[in-house]
C-alpha cells in the first residue's frame, strides 16, 4: 500500500475532521513529534534509525493524542454515572490498532501528509507493527468488532482478556505440514497498552475452606489457598469521530512473592524461582494444549483468573460510585459472557456478594441472576465446554460449593417441571455425571441468552437448549453478528471506501445500513468499470505481501477463490481441497478440458493436538505440490496456502478475492463472520444455507449467491437416522473414486503412500467404530461441484459478474457490527 492509498478513506471527512488549514498546521506537529522521539528514547535522527524505531516515533506520537482523548472520555464517563458493560472474553483478535486508530481520530490525512515529507512510506512503517497475540478465531475477531463498535456508538463499555505473553503459535509450513513455532508478540513492548497498578488484585486457587459463624451469620473463609495477583493493562478502543474511548483490559498473572530468598541463597535456584514460574503460566499463553491434565488445570486457571479480577475491579468501581447499595448493581452494570469460557462469573459474582459484601443467598441470587447475559457461539457438543468435578473441587473450593448449592436448587426447580425424569434432568443439570457443564450454568442463570445468526438461535431453541427453552422461552433471542466496516471497509480497501462515498456521499461512514444506496450503482457501466479496476490493483497489492510474507505471488487475472478460517472438519477445507483435486484430474485427463483460470487460497491453523486438521493442511499443501508440478495444469489452477494467516493478511487478502467460500455443515457454524468481510468487499459467496450464509442470501437474492448442499433440516435427520452411506458415493461417482484413491496410491506422497490413509479411512468407513464422513463432504460433493461450474460460467460474463459484486458490496451494511451492537443494546444491555 501507498500513502495515495492509504490517504483515500479522508477525502471529504465529515465536520469532526481537521480543516486543510488545521492539518498543515497539524502535519508539521507530527514531523517535530517523531523527529523529536527518535531523538530523545533511541538517541537517534530519521537516517540512522531503525524501521522499529521509527514505528515507535509514529505509533508513540498517535498515542500521544489518544491520551489527551482518553482522559476526557474518562472525565465524561465518570460525570455521566451511566451504565457500563463488561464485555468477558477469553481471547480478543485486534489486529494492528496504528492506522485503524488515525482513522477513528480523523488523523489519517495529517500523518499521511507528515510521513511523505519525510520520505516515508506507509507499507514500510504499519509491517513493524505486530498483530497481538490476544485471539485466534472468530470468536476473538467478534469480541474486536463489538468493542470497535461500542466505542464509535458511544456505548460505556470494558473489555476483559488476558494479556498473554504468547499468542496461540506462529504457522510455519515447513516440509509439507504445519509447524508451531512460539509467537512472542510482546518482543518489542506493546506501545498502546498503559498499566494500571491501582488496580491489582488477588486471586485464590486450592486451599480449603472454612465455615464459621460470625454474628449470627455463616461466613465462608478460604484458607491455605494459593494466591496470584492480577495486574492490569488498558489499551484504548478509540471511538470514530465522537472523542469516545473505551478501554480493554488486559489481565497478567503475577505471583505475589517474587523470590524465594532462603531458597536461593542456599543455592537451592529452580525451587526459588517456582511459586513465581507457576503464577506466571496462567497469562504465558493463548489456548494451552488440554489433551493432557496439566493442560485442562492451566486452561481453568485462566478461566477464572480473568473473570474473578475482572469482577472485583467492577464492583470496587460500582462501590466507589454507589456505595453498597447492591440491590442497583443490574441497574449500572451489566456482565456478557462471550461463550461459556468466561461462565465462572456468574458463582464468583456470587462468591464476592456473599463471601466480601455479606449479601445473604437469595439477594445476591437476585442481583446475579440479572446483571449476566450470556452469547452462545456453538452447537458443536464437543464445544460446549464441561469441566472434570475433581479438578474444580481442588483447585476452586469455594467455586465447587456455590456451584453445588446452584445446581441443587436447579435440580429442585427442575424436578417440579418435570417430575420423575431423571434423565432428562441430567442433561440439563450444571453438576452431572463427575462434570460441571458449563453452557448448562450460563444458560440456566443469565437473564438473557442468544445466538448469533437467525439460524443458530431456531437450533438453540428447538435442538441444543430446547428443554431450557420450553421453561423460558422470555430469554432466548437471536442476535446476527457483525464486523465493524471501519477495519474491514475504511481502512483495508480504501480505493473502495473513495468510490462508494463518490457515489453515495460521506452518510454511510456513520449509518451504514445506507450502503443499501449502492444498489443501483451496479447498473452503472462506469462504475463498474471503476470497481473493476480498483479490485485488479487490490489483487497487485495482495501479491506484494504475498512476496514479502512468502516469496510466492499470484496471476491477478486468475480468479481469486479463498477460504480462510479455523481448520476444523465441520468447516470443511477437505470438500475444498477434494474438488481441487478433481479439477486437476479433469485438467489432466482431457486434453480439451479448458476452464476460467482460478488460484484457490487456503488460510488456517490447526489446534497442535487436532491430527486430523493438520493431516487436512498436509492433504492441501500436497494437492498444491501436485499442480505445481503440472505445465498444464498451472496455467488453469493454482493452490496457495498462506503461512501463519492473521488479521493482517487478511487485510490484504479481503479486498482482492473474488470469490469466498463458507462450506460448513448445516447448521453446524453459528454464524460466521468471514463471509460478511469478504461480501463487504466485493466478493461473491459460494457456500452452504447455514449462519449467516441464510442472511446474506436474503440481502443480496439467490442471483448474487452460489448455495449448495443439504440443508441444516435435512442433516439432522441423517445423523438421527444413521442411515447415510459415503461409500455408495464412492463407488457411484467416478470422480470421487479416483480423487479419494489418490490419497493413497502414492499420487500425493509417493515415498509414503499411507500417509493419509487416516483422512481416506474416516470419510468412507469411520474413525474407531463411529460414523463414516461424519460432516457429509462426500454427501455435500456433488451439489458443490455443481455450483462451482454454474460460477465458473458466470465468471466469464465480467459485466455480470461485477454487478453480482457490487449487489453484495450494496447489502454488506447490513453486517455491520454498529447494527449488531445497537441490537444487543436495544434488546439485553439497556446501557
Known sequence: MDNKTMDKTTKNTSSPCPTPEQIAVEKEKIKQSIISKLQRYNGKTLETANRQQIYHAIASTARDRIMAIWAKSRAKEKKAKRKKLYYLSIEFLLGRSLYTNLLNMCQTEAFTQALEDLGLK??????????????????????????????????????????????????????????????????????????????????????????????GRTVFELEDSRVVEAVPYDMPMVGYENETVNSLRMWRARSKNSLDLSAFSNGQYQDAMRETEMAELISKILYPEDTHFEGKSLRLSQSYFFVSASLQYALKAFKKEHGANWSLLPDKVVFHINDTHPGFAIPELMRLL????????????????????????????????????????????????????????????????????????????????????????CVSSCYSVNGVSQLHGNILKKETFKDYYSISPEKFSAITNGITHRRWLM????????????????????????????????????????????????????????????????????????????????????LNALHVLVLYNRIMDNPNFIMEPRTFIFGAKASPGYHKAKMIIRFILAVARLIDASPRARKMLRVVFLENYDVSYAESLMPATDVSEQLSTAGKEASGTGNMKFMMNGAVTIGTKDGANVEIFERVGEENIYIFGMRARRVAALYKEGSYSPMSIFEANAEIRKALTQMIDGTLFPESPALLQGLYHDLLIGARGGMADTYFVLKDFGSYAMAHQRLGRDFVDKDNWLKKAIINVAGSGFFSSDRTISQYNQEIWHL
Open 491 to 574: 481502512a483495508c480497501n480504501p480505493e473502495l471506501t473513495a468510490l462508494i462515498t463518490d457515489a453515495i456521499g460521506e452518510s454511510w461512514k456513520k449509518e451504514p445500513e445506507r450502503m443499501s444506496e449502492l444498489a443501483p450503482f451496479a447498473g452503472d457501466a462506469a462504475f463498474r468499470e471503476e470497481f473493476a479496476k480498483i479490485k485488479r490493483r487490490n489483487k497487485e497489492r495482495f501479491n506484494q505481501v504475498l512476496m514479502a510474507r512468502q516469496k510466492m505471488s499470484i496471476d491477478p487475472d486468475f480468479m481469486l477463490d479463498v477460504q480462510v478460517k479455523r481448520l476444523h472438519e465441520y468447516k470443511r477445507q477437505l
Open 122 to 215: 506507509w507499507r514500510d512503517i504499519v509491517v513493524e507493527e505486530p498483530d497481538p497475540g490476544l485471539g485466534n478465531g472468530g470468536l476473538g475477531r467478534l469480541a474486536a468488532c463489538f468493542m470497535d463498535s461500542l466505542s464509535a456508538l458511544d456505548l460505556q463499555a470494558m473489555g476483559c482478556t488476558i494479556r498473554y505473553e504468547h499468542g496461540l503459535f506462529r504457522q510455519k509450513l515447513t516440509g509439507g505440514q504445519q509447524v508451531e513455532v512460539p509467537d512472542d508478540w510482546l518482543e518489542n513492548g506493546n506501545i498502546w497498552e498503559v498499566p494500571a497498578v491501582d488496580d491489582v488484585v488477588d486471586v485464590h486457587f486450592d486451599g480449603r475452606v472454612v465455615t464459621k459463624e460470625v454474628d
Open 354 to 441: 456473599i463471601d466480601q459484601e455479606g449479601l445473604g443467598w437469595d439477594e445476591a441470587w437476585a442481583i446475579t441472576t440479572r446483571s449476566i447475559a450470556y452469547t452462545n457461539h456453538t452447537v458443536m457438543p464437543e464445544a460446549l465446554e464441561r469441566w472434570p468435578e475433581d479438578l474444580v473441587r481442588r483447585q476452586l473450593p469455594r467455586i465447587y460449593m456455590i456451584l453445588e448449592e446452584v445446581n441443587r436448587r436447579l435440580g429442585q426447580r427442575l424436578w417440579n417441571r418435570f417430575p420423575g425424569q431423571w434423565d432428562r434432568i441430567a442433561q440439563m443439570s450444571v453438576i452431572s455425571h463427575n462434570y460441571i457443564h458449563m453452557a448448562n450454568l
